[in-house]
Protein backbone atom coordinates (compact mmCIF):
# COMPACT_ATOMS: atom_id res chain seq x y z
CA UNK A 1 0.00 0.00 0.00
CA UNK A 2 1.42 3.26 -0.65
CA UNK A 3 2.04 6.07 1.82
CA UNK A 4 0.71 9.52 1.13
CA UNK A 5 1.52 12.89 3.47
CA UNK A 6 -0.75 15.24 3.91
CA UNK A 7 -0.66 18.95 5.36
CA UNK A 8 -3.77 20.10 7.56
CA UNK A 9 -4.43 23.16 9.77
CA UNK A 10 -2.92 23.60 13.23
CA UNK A 11 -6.39 23.88 14.64
CA UNK A 12 -7.71 21.03 12.64
CA UNK A 13 -4.73 18.68 13.96
CA UNK A 14 -5.00 19.37 17.40
CA UNK A 15 -8.77 18.75 16.93
CA UNK A 16 -7.43 15.19 15.41
CA UNK A 17 -4.88 14.74 18.45
CA UNK A 18 -7.73 14.94 20.68
CA UNK A 19 -9.79 11.76 19.31
CA UNK A 20 -6.80 9.83 17.06
CA UNK A 21 -7.21 6.99 19.65
CA UNK A 22 -11.20 6.86 17.95
CA UNK A 23 -10.42 7.28 14.53
CA UNK A 24 -8.35 5.75 11.86
CA UNK A 25 -7.21 8.93 10.06
CA UNK A 26 -5.62 7.06 7.00
CA UNK A 27 -9.00 5.51 6.42
CA UNK A 28 -10.68 8.24 6.55
CA UNK A 29 -8.48 10.30 4.23
CA UNK A 30 -8.30 7.42 1.52
CA UNK A 31 -12.60 7.52 1.86
CA UNK A 32 -12.42 11.08 1.35
CA UNK A 33 -9.97 10.62 -1.54
CA UNK A 34 -11.99 8.23 -3.12
CA UNK A 35 -15.44 10.12 -2.56
CA UNK A 36 -13.81 13.50 -4.64
CA UNK A 37 -11.96 11.15 -7.30
CA UNK A 38 -15.23 9.64 -7.85
CA UNK A 39 -17.30 12.56 -7.96
CA UNK A 40 -14.29 14.47 -10.67
CA UNK A 41 -14.35 11.05 -12.88
CA UNK A 42 -18.15 11.31 -13.20
CA UNK A 43 -18.24 14.64 -14.22
CA UNK A 44 -17.85 15.96 -17.89
CA UNK A 45 -15.16 17.89 -18.42
CA UNK A 46 -18.26 20.71 -19.58
CA UNK A 47 -21.20 21.66 -18.72
CA UNK A 48 -22.39 21.04 -21.90
CA UNK A 49 -25.27 17.93 -22.29
CA UNK A 50 -23.66 16.80 -25.75
CA UNK A 51 -19.87 16.49 -24.10
CA UNK A 52 -22.09 14.87 -21.22
CA UNK A 53 -23.89 12.42 -23.75
CA UNK A 54 -20.76 11.87 -26.02
CA UNK A 55 -18.79 10.59 -22.46
CA UNK A 56 -21.93 8.62 -21.47
CA UNK A 57 -21.53 6.62 -25.02
CA UNK A 58 -17.56 6.52 -25.33
CA UNK A 59 -17.15 4.86 -21.61
CA UNK A 60 -16.67 1.28 -21.34
CA UNK A 61 -19.22 -1.06 -20.21
CA UNK A 62 -17.82 -2.00 -16.80
CA UNK A 63 -17.12 1.95 -16.22
CA UNK A 64 -20.58 2.63 -17.49
CA UNK A 65 -22.18 0.66 -14.83
CA UNK A 66 -19.77 0.96 -12.39
CA UNK A 67 -20.78 4.93 -12.15
CA UNK A 68 -24.65 3.90 -11.85
CA UNK A 69 -23.72 1.91 -8.96
CA UNK A 70 -22.41 4.74 -7.61
CA UNK A 71 -24.93 7.67 -8.08
CA UNK A 72 -27.54 4.47 -7.08
CA UNK A 73 -25.42 3.59 -3.93
CA UNK A 74 -25.19 7.30 -2.93
CA UNK A 75 -28.45 7.98 -3.37
CA UNK A 76 -30.05 4.90 -1.42
CA UNK A 77 -27.52 6.04 1.61
CA UNK A 78 -28.33 9.43 1.77
CA UNK A 79 -31.97 9.13 1.42
CA UNK A 80 -33.27 5.61 1.92
CA UNK A 81 -31.18 3.24 4.28
CA UNK A 82 -31.34 3.04 8.62
CA UNK A 83 -28.29 3.04 10.03
CA UNK A 84 -28.07 -1.12 10.25
CA UNK A 85 -28.70 -1.06 6.75
CA UNK A 86 -25.47 1.23 5.82
CA UNK A 87 -23.94 -0.34 8.82
CA UNK A 88 -24.18 -4.21 7.15
CA UNK A 89 -24.03 -3.32 3.92
CA UNK A 90 -20.46 -1.24 4.53
CA UNK A 91 -19.09 -4.36 6.95
CA UNK A 92 -20.32 -6.83 3.84
CA UNK A 93 -18.28 -5.05 1.15
CA UNK A 94 -15.24 -4.74 3.28
CA UNK A 95 -15.22 -8.32 4.19
CA UNK A 96 -15.75 -9.20 0.61
CA UNK A 97 -12.02 -9.83 -1.27
CA UNK A 98 -11.18 -7.02 -4.20
CA UNK A 99 -11.57 -9.55 -7.11
CA UNK A 100 -15.57 -10.82 -5.62
CA UNK A 101 -16.16 -7.11 -5.26
CA UNK A 102 -19.42 -7.48 -7.18
CA UNK A 103 -21.04 -10.84 -6.46
CA UNK A 104 -23.34 -10.54 -3.92
CA UNK A 105 -24.29 -13.88 -2.81
CA UNK A 106 -26.79 -12.32 -0.12
CA UNK A 107 -28.93 -10.31 -2.20
CA UNK A 108 -29.79 -6.49 -1.72
CA UNK A 109 -31.10 -4.51 1.17
CA UNK A 110 -35.07 -4.79 1.22
CA UNK A 111 -35.11 -0.93 0.99
CA UNK A 112 -33.35 -0.71 -2.27
CA UNK A 113 -35.12 -2.21 -5.50
CA UNK A 114 -32.29 -3.34 -7.37
CA UNK A 115 -34.38 -5.06 -10.70
CA UNK A 116 -36.37 -1.69 -10.37
CA UNK A 117 -32.96 0.52 -11.19
CA UNK A 118 -31.76 -2.08 -13.37
CA UNK A 119 -34.75 -1.78 -15.54
CA UNK A 120 -34.50 1.90 -15.59
CA UNK A 121 -31.12 1.64 -16.56
CA UNK A 122 -31.70 -0.62 -19.09
CA UNK A 123 -34.57 1.49 -20.55
CA UNK A 124 -32.15 4.47 -20.84
CA UNK A 125 -29.59 1.83 -22.69
CA UNK A 126 -32.25 1.29 -25.30
CA UNK A 127 -33.25 4.61 -25.80
CA UNK A 128 -36.80 4.49 -24.36
CA UNK A 129 -38.06 7.24 -22.19
CA UNK A 130 -38.57 6.57 -18.35
CA UNK A 131 -42.18 7.73 -18.80
CA UNK A 132 -42.97 5.38 -21.71
CA UNK A 133 -46.85 4.63 -20.26
CA UNK A 134 -46.62 1.37 -22.86
CA UNK A 135 -43.62 0.35 -24.30
CA UNK A 136 -43.97 0.03 -28.25
CA UNK A 137 -43.53 -3.21 -30.48
CA UNK A 138 -39.69 -3.71 -30.28
CA UNK A 139 -39.04 -1.69 -27.53
CA UNK A 140 -39.28 -4.57 -25.22
CA UNK A 141 -36.67 -6.73 -27.19
CA UNK A 142 -34.03 -3.65 -27.02
CA UNK A 143 -35.11 -3.31 -23.43
CA UNK A 144 -34.43 -6.96 -22.67
CA UNK A 145 -31.11 -7.11 -25.33
CA UNK A 146 -29.81 -4.13 -22.94
CA UNK A 147 -30.77 -5.75 -19.42
CA UNK A 148 -28.39 -8.94 -21.03
CA UNK A 149 -25.93 -6.45 -21.93
CA UNK A 150 -25.62 -5.02 -17.99
CA UNK A 151 -22.60 -5.08 -16.10
CA UNK A 152 -23.95 -6.36 -12.85
CA UNK A 153 -20.99 -7.12 -11.29
CA UNK A 154 -19.17 -3.74 -11.80
CA UNK A 155 -23.01 -1.78 -10.73
CA UNK A 156 -22.58 -3.98 -7.44
CA UNK A 157 -18.75 -2.58 -6.87
CA UNK A 158 -20.01 1.24 -7.24
CA UNK A 159 -22.89 0.52 -5.35
CA UNK A 160 -21.58 -0.82 -2.70
CA UNK A 161 -18.30 1.62 -2.90
CA UNK A 162 -20.54 4.42 -2.36
CA UNK A 163 -22.44 2.89 0.42
CA UNK A 164 -19.06 2.48 2.40
CA UNK A 165 -17.62 5.32 1.89
CA UNK A 166 -20.28 7.14 2.76
CA UNK A 167 -20.46 5.09 6.31
CA UNK A 168 -17.06 5.46 6.73
CA UNK A 169 -17.50 9.55 6.67
CA UNK A 170 -20.77 9.28 8.91
CA UNK A 171 -19.59 6.70 11.24
CA UNK A 172 -17.01 9.10 12.88
CA UNK A 173 -19.55 11.49 13.66
CA UNK A 174 -21.91 8.95 15.85
Known sequence: MARLNISVPDDLHA?????????????VCATALERELAVLEARPASTSPDVGHMIDR??????????????????????????????????????????????????WPSSFNYQKKMLEWSM???????????????????RDRARREADEAAYAQ??????????????VSL
Open 15 to 27: RLDRVRDRLNVSR
Open 58 to 107: IRTTAERWRWRGLQDGREWATQVASREELRTEAESTANRRSSDAGHRAFG
Open 124 to 142: VDAGIPSDAPILQSGQVEQ
Open 158 to 171: GWGTAVTELWELAV
